[in-house]
């Protein structure tokens, strides 16, 4: 992470971001939950890097009673990955819970989901991608922090782990930035910013994987988007999707609530087929997001790549959409 300069006109958030619970903060030697939300992982060997990997971390790993059960394309039954759920946030021993991977189905748990024990005990939820679905269902119904960051089974190269480190054990309120010299040979922009429209925008975090948050509109599990900052990914999307989801967003009234816009990589996301030709996923990016008025901007370490930032969703943060940074304004742990 490198701290940016914060140049340009602030537009401040249109409401003043609620209170909200903060989950305790990491130590070394804490113990943390593994579970699998939505996909499986079919190889013991991988499972045991995941160990490893938090291990390494200095924490003790706690694999989920149905971790390694397999339902279709899933982790298990619904009833069955969300019990691993409500089990990990009952357990007092366990200090945060760490989602292994993503791949589809946290959206069909969350009815199973038992929100008063989760409320009653807050700590941290980790994992990206389709847990975007377990974020925003958080920030809705549970009141607390949840980071928005590498799965345990992601590669967590140093950039990643610092970013995570110095939120989740430290308390940091850093200035992220993109890491300097790593490009990434799957990301359109390699690693620049591209601004749509400039200026610093403030308000409280929310967002995750565009796809997992359109398919979400209409249901209760959404929490309010009034002046907040909107972050979003995604991955092996054609842009007329991503134009499609980013319509949904608008119709929906979202779009026009937000204080400022990030839109990380879309790793992917190239014209194919019958789109190509057409736009760009940076051209439909700045049809839908410089007509709000509001400080946007594309290419932040946010997404489907190896260095990614740690965002704890319903932490209030300000973003320099021409420096293509976010800055924490307070602490997402206690």
Known sequence: MMLAGMGGALIAAKSPSPGLIKPPRLRPGDTVGLIEPAGFTDDAFDLDL???????????PKPAAHLTERYGYFAGK?????????????????RAVFAVRGGWGCARILPHLDFATIRANPKLLVGFSDITALHLAFAARAGFATFHGPNAASSWPQFSWDAFRAIAFDGATPTLT???????????????????RGG??????????????????????????????????????????????LTQLSLAGVLGKLAGVVFGQCTGCGPTGPSYGGFTVSEV?????????VPAFQGAAIGHVANQFSLPLGVRAEI????GSIRLLEAAVS
């Open 178 to 196: 993109n890491p300097p010299g790593k490009e990434d040979r799957l990301v359109p922009l390699g690693g620049r910013i591209r601004t749509f």
């Open 320 to 323: 320099d959409a021409d420096a």
């Open 285 to 293: 990016l700045q049809q839908h997001l410089a007509p709000l008025g």
């Open 200 to 245: 610093r925008a403030s308000g409280r975090l929310l967002g995750g994987n565009l796809a997992v948050l359109a398919a979400l509109m209409g249901t209760p599990w959404l929490p309010e988007f009034s002046g907040a900052i909107l972050f979003l990914e995604d991955v092996d999307e054609a842009p007329y999707r991503i134009d499609r989801m």
């Open 50 to 60: 995941v160990k490893e990997t938090i291990a390494a971390m200095g924490l003790k």
């Open 78 to 94: 619904d009833a069955d990955r969300a019990a691993d759920v409500n089990a990990m946030f009952a357990d007092r021993e366990v």
